[in-house]
């Protein structure tokens, strides 16, 4: 059976983690979630006082860090450096200082190369931002996802509790749409949809649909069809 490689863009909390994870497990294949590569790289940045604007020492930071992540049901648990990150990568501090960090050319350049070395095996689903547009600008399906920010909102909120923590629905907005500007005005790989991906809008769909429509993409090419 052939193993292809499928690409899933999107704007921040578009459901992208989610859907790569199950339609992974669907087909059997190994989900990387890239934005979590990138906030590891911020945790560490932070971690060590580095201040943001310091390109040089977070290039190098970048450089000698290991990062390795792992399947688990939840999504990728991530190690940095043989450490488990999963829940310290999901903080606020991280999600506000993540699209700086990620808009470096020497950090992307980095992450992109692990990336690409993973893909290379096939039967992989990476998630992120420009996966589709600079990663695997040759992947075999492309997929863009979108939703309404109230809805994307609403739905970080949920995930926000059930870790413990009440964020208000207003600020969760503006945070999205301030992590969204950033990641598509930056000059290095921005966030774009690749002219030749397949936009799916999660607005009104549940998880069980916007799998659905994934998979049945990923079969018909799998099958030749
Ligand atoms: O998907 P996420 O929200 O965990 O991603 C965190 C940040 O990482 C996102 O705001 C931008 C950056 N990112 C990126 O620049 N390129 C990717 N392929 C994935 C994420």
Not at 12 to 37: E, F, N, P
Not at 74 to 94: C, H, L, P, W, Y
Not at 137 to 160: C, F, G, H, Q, T
Request: no cysteine; hydrophobic share 40%.
């Amino acid at each position: 059976m052939r193993k292809i490689v499928i690409a899933i863009d999107g704007p921040a909390a578009s459901g992208k983690s989610t859907t790569a994870r199950l339609v992974a497990q669907q087909l059997d294949y190994l989900h990387i979630d890239t934005g979590a590569m990138y906030r590891a790289i911020t945790l560490r940045v932070l971690q060590e006082n580095i201040p943001l604007g310091d390109v040089e020492r977070i290039k190098a930071l970048a450089e000698a860090t290991t990062i390795r992540l792992e399947r688990s049901d939840q999504g990728n648990k991530v190690f940095v450096d043989g450490r488990d990150v999963t829940e310290a990568i999901r903080s606020a501090k991280v999600t506000v200082n993540v699209s700086t960090v990620s808009s470096y050319q020497s950090v992307r350049a980095v992450l992109v190369r692990e990336q690409r070395r993973i893909a290379a095996q096939g039967g992989v689903v990476l998630e992120g931002r420009d996966i589709g547009t600079v990663v695997l600008p040759n992947a075999d399906l492309k997929i863009y996802m979108v939703a309404d920010v109230a809805k994307r909102a609403e739905r970080r909120k949920k995930e926000l509790a059930l870790m413990g923590t009440e964020v208000d629905h207003q600020k969760l907005e503006e945070e999205i749409l301030e992590r969204d500007r950033q990641d598509s005005t930056r000059e290095s790989s921005p966030l774009r949809k690749a002219p030749d991906a397949r936009e799916l809008d999660t607005s009104d769909l549940t998880i069980d649909k916007q799998v659905e429509f994934v998979v049945q993409q990923a079969r018909k090419i799998i099958e030749g069809n």
